[in-house]
DNA sequence: CTGTTAGCGCATTCAA
DNA sequence: TTGAATGCGCTAACAG
């Protein structure tokens, strides 16, 4: 096969179709008239030529690339890709593209990324942190590019975030237990130094606290199955209702005590929280806090889109999350 | 707060440093030698200013760009991010960026966000195609930028691709079913104009094609958890192995089919294909044949750079599959 | 060893 | 309405 030659230019064009570079660029852009017969033989030269024009040329000489960034954790972890892909719908409306970024849980590589990302002339960035917001991370190095952050909260003028209200969907499903008749609980928490964490701890242990007759206990691990799993185990007595961090902790939990010959929800209810894809199918299924990545990604990126359009307000957006009560918890 | 000044530029070190931007260009890319204190007099200017090179302009300056992009069919499937993982995880060795893009199922978007990754000037692609291999869409217009196609095989020069054994995966499974001693089958097929969905169905039949005494039937649908689901319920007669396209097919057919009282494996075995991280977890656990998308995207990405090294081989790159028994099937 | 200069491909002044 | 010329920020000759 023959050697491909090198990639069109508006040289090209405007050499093939008679014209100057001025009027190529002009009918790409149509940023001004340019007479009926000049623009057609600018489209036939640049479609005979396979033209199109070079974004990174283009963003060069604009200062703007039409590109919103992405850095998240985890590229692998649906919930972080649902909320590049609920950006996405919106992002399909106009011109942006998006380009995705993971840091695959490494926090050193998350200040590159994020350098690369900027100086690759992104127009945005919508982005989830692995390591607590660092003012220095976006705020210097992010000169003038708009930033909006997912899934934490960070009281920081000129920033924007978007994060579901861990808290009260949390100890509403606490709440829920208590009205159940449930008397004992454990928590089996997750990644304690996180922004979710944090709230849904905090959560519950504030709708149990000073309830009478109630017993309470707080273990401490990470948000997956296999953590779930080994939380179990310490479990000295076990309780009438077992509350997860999130849902792959429940998943665990339900795994091993149906191991040990528990009965769920006969013997214990089991809550879990995000009401990820698999929490319908699991056996029981599994009662949860829904929260909505889609839904934050879509609110990220219209946010974004604000403020590139110049009145874009910043500040703090908190989303409701939905109980889902399946079968993994006792009805009374 | 006020205004940030405009992000430093290369004329702006060179001035606080008092070189010429051709020496702080020098020290950056250590191109060539600088004196000692020149080199420190521009490291410590650039620090000062916060100065990252422009990698827009850098881009357009050298042709290349030291990213690889990413096509993928849908970033939240785990199977598709987990190659993007995979390479991720090769690439974070070397100083190539990957910056991914998702056409969210559309094969509309498809093409156009290949031109737009062509046009940002990416140095390499790995894609996984929604639509069967058009040569138009990489041939023609990724000019001498190398491409890696995962998960499809096809047959054209000039191209590498990765991708599992489907048909060797599918076919020891199911003998297996028949070592253990099943005789009537169902195949609850997904996507059958995929590359994977065709390997697989086609093994199936190979199989069982000719055994005395066995029963085969075939139902076709997607590759998700509703489809299996909805596929269980058009089956006229349970069979003693439901063999499906992939897990989330055999979790749904799981769901169906205890819903309507059958045991598994009791009355009826269920096999996957993926292994997903759910599968361990499935009540019962899942017995299917794993693929492992983060290995092909770690060959994918290796291949590419070999590409950019130039000494790239073309050509298909099969992964081996392994069986994985669980206990959704019965023993004997 | 260092500085001057010429583009990379394009959008956008400014003239005509 | 169109073309010529300038420069976005940077690297790579080419001189010195």
Redesign the interface.
């Given at each position: 096969?023959i050697e491909?030659?090198?990639?069109a230019g508006i040289v090209d064009v405007a050499k093939k179709a008679g014209v100057s570079i001025a009027t190529v660029s002009r009918v790409f852009n149509n940023t001004s008239y340019v007479s009926e017969d000049l623009v057609e033989k600018v489209i036939a030269a640049a479609s005979s030529l396979?033209y199109?024009?070079?974004?990174?040329?283009q963003?060069?000489r604009k200062g703007r690339?039409r590109?919103i960034g992405f850095l998240v954790p985890?590229?692998?972890n649906?919930f972080f890709?649902?909320i590049?892909?609920g950006a996405?719908?919106i992002l399909?409306d106009t011109d942006y593209?998006?380009?995705?970024?993971?840091s695959?849980g490494d926090a050193e590589?998350e200040g590159g990324?994020l350098?690369?990302l900027?100086?690759?002339?992104i127009d945005g960035l919508v982005t989830v942190l692995l390591k607590e917001y660092d003012r220095h991370i976006d705020y210097?190095?992010l000169?003038?590019v708009p930033v909006v952050i997912v899934d934490d909260v960070v009281e920081e003028?000129?920033l924007s975030c978007v994060a579901s209200d861990n808290y009260d969907g949390m100890k509403r499903l606490v709440e829920f237990l208590l009205n159940t008749g449930h008397k004992t609980f454990t928590f089996l928490g997750g990644s304690p130094e996180t922004y979710s964490g944090k709230q849904r701890m905090r959560a519950f242990l504030d709708a149990l606290k000073g309830k009478p007759g109630v017993r309470t206990e707080v273990i401490s691990g990470e948000y997956t199955?296999e953590s779930g799993f080994r939380m179990t185990d310490l479990l000295r007595k076990i309780p009438q209702a077992v509350v997860c961090g999130n849902d792959l902790i429940a998943?665990?939990a339900i795994?091993r005590l149906?191991e040990k010959g528990f009965d769920i929800p006969g013997d214990v209810s089991v809550t879990g929280f995000d009401d990820v894809?698999?929490s319908k199918?699991?056996?029981p299924p599994l009662t949860t806090a829904r929260q909505d990545p889609y839904l934050m990604g879509e609110v990220a990126a219209k946010s974004i889109l604000e403020k590139l359009d110049g009145n874009g307000s910043d500040g703090n957006i908190l989303l409701h999350t939905e109980l889902v009560i399946r079968r993994s918890t006792r009805g009374r």
């Open positions: 096969m491909l030659s090198r990639r396979g199109k024009p070079n974004r990174v040329a963003s060069l690339s590109t985890d590229i692998v649906p890709s649902s590049v892909e996405n719908r399909y593209v998006s380009v995705v970024c993971s695959s590589r990324l350098e690369t900027y100086s690759s002339g210097v190095r000169r003038g003028k000129k199955f998943f665990g795994y149906k894809v698999f199918m699991s056996d």
